[in-house]
């Protein structure tokens, strides 16, 4: 069973960083396995944003329009650790930060959740 475990979130002054870690386990890595992660945001009352993904086993990336040049996805794949790494924050990216996981081809409708991690900023 995948398990997924966040951490780094935090509280920062507009402009500064944070770097957000999933520590993943029970992933099945094959090559004929591929599999997505990615970060997702929600805020109360909104519908939950795809920030970034990327397909291990190829490095592919995808970023959203809001977070492009300041928000950077990578994959550990010797730890099974995925990582964001956030600069220049803006008090819009203040959100509950998901890690996900899902089996198969494309990077959506993810099957696998982490229990989330806080992220605050202050103007």
């Known amino acids: 069973q995948v398990q997924l475990v966040e951490s780094g979130g935090g509280s920062v002054q507009a402009g500064g960083s944070l770097r957000l870690s999933c520590a993943a386990t029970g992933v099945m890595v094959s090559p004929y396995s591929p599999y997505c992660m990615g970060w997702l945001r929600q805020v109360p009352g909104k519908e939950r944003e795809a920030v970034a993904t990327?397909?291990?086993?190829?490095?592919?990336?995808t970023y959203a329009d809001s977070v492009k040049g300041r928000f950077t996805i990578s994959h550990d794949n010797a730890k099974h650790t995925l990582y964001l790494e956030m600069n220049s924050l803006k008090p819009e990216d203040t959100a509950m930060y998901y890690c996900?996981?899902?089996?198969?081809?494309?990077?959506?409708?993810?099957?696998?959740w982490g229990q989330g991690t806080q992220v605050t900023v202050s103007s």
């Open positions: 990327i397909r291990p086993s190829g490095g592919s990336t």
């Open positions: 996900a996981l899902r089996y198969g081809g494309i990077c959506a409708d993810f099957r696998y």
